[in-house]
């Protein structure tokens, strides 16, 4: 009889991922330990990379291919401050109508190229009635609603060359990495606009309505948004060790009687605004990884 999980048909085999990463592998000779995740108009760290490898994503065997404007859609091979990285310039959103288990392909084929570490970044609205806009919130644990409505990337079979059945999540965001990165922030006079707190992943894209928004502030959420928690989940699963930065590119709406809307254009405008920040910020703690 075939499993019952509807899930379990979207799922890719551990060959579908080798044969992924074999390809890349034959495409470039970098080997990075690090793997970048750049969010919504944070693409801009893969164009300081020297001694680039640029691969579309529609050139690679079985990858998904990116959807969503001012998202390049492509892998970038290259060296940031001198230390071999690759950046996905373009991730892919579960709102964009991707399966949970597509959404984390790239994930696992950074683990079968040799990859340590992933950083995320993200675009999020804040929910922290103290942050600001613009603010940078390293990330120290999440809430992962999909997860809760049955979405999570491991649901299905489980390979055990990936991950064991029931991964820990209690040490997602990598305590050692935070430090480091507070460190680099402060060095690099971000300090000042440096938060650390919950992120809380919805599907979207709808943004939050005001009820929402308090439920999720009465939660403990300090940030929400759209993304990362899948491929945090994956990568955690597969053993790499996770840093976590979300901008916060607007404060939620959870007042009954403000006129204020969240709209994607402010999402853009914020991201421009702190986009060297966080740059700064990601090269020079790579420099320290
Ligand atoms: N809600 C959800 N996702 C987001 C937001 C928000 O307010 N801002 C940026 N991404």
Redesign the pocket.
């Known amino acids: 009889m075939e499993a019952p999980s509807s899930s379990s048909s979207s799922q890719c085999s551990y060959e579908d991922y080798k044969e992924t990463a074999d390809w890349l592998k034959a495409h470039t000779e970098q080997r990075p330990k690090v793997a970048i995740i750049c969010g ?1 108009g944070l693409g801009g760290l893969a164009d300081l990379l020297s001694d680039k490898t640029v691969v579309p994503y529609k050139d690679i065997p079985r990858f998904p291919i990116s959807t969503v404007p001012g998202h390049a859609g492509q892998l970038v091979f290259g060296k940031l401050q001198g230390r071999e990285c690759v950046c996905m310039q373009g991730r892919f959103h579960f709102y964009e109508g991707y399966n949970i288990h597509t959404v984390t392909y790239p994930v696992r084929v950074f683990f079968l190229l040799g990859v340590k570490t992933l950083i995320v970044t ?4 804040g929910l922290n009635g103290s942050y600001d806009v613009g603010d940078i919130m390293l990330i120290k644990d999440h809430i992962n609603m999909p997860g809760f409505a049955g979405q999570n990337p491991l649901c299905g079979h489980n390979d055990e060359r990936f991950g064991v059945r029931f991964p820990c999540m209690s040490d997602a965001y990598d305590l050692e990495l935070r430090a480091l990165a507070k460190q680099t922030a402060k060095e690099q006079g971000c300090n000042s606009f440096l938060q650390e707190g919950v992120y809380c992943m ?1 599907a ?1 894209p709808t ?2 309505t005001i009820a929402e928004c308090r439920l999720l502030q009465t939660l403990g959420a300090d940030a ?3 993304s990362t928690v899948p491929e945090v989940v994956a990568a955690r699963h597969c053993g790499l060790r996770v840093l976590g930065l979300s901008l916060i ?2 404060k ?1 709406v959870a007042d009954y009687d403000s006129n204020e809307k ?1 709209n994607h254009e402010e ?1 853009l405008r914020t991201t421009q605004r702190r986009t060297q920040d966080i740059q700064r910020l990601v090269s020079h703690l790579i420099t320290k990884i």
């Open positions: 919504s993200n675009a999020a609205g919805l979207g943004y939050e929400v948004g759209m590119t607007n939620v969240a999402v």
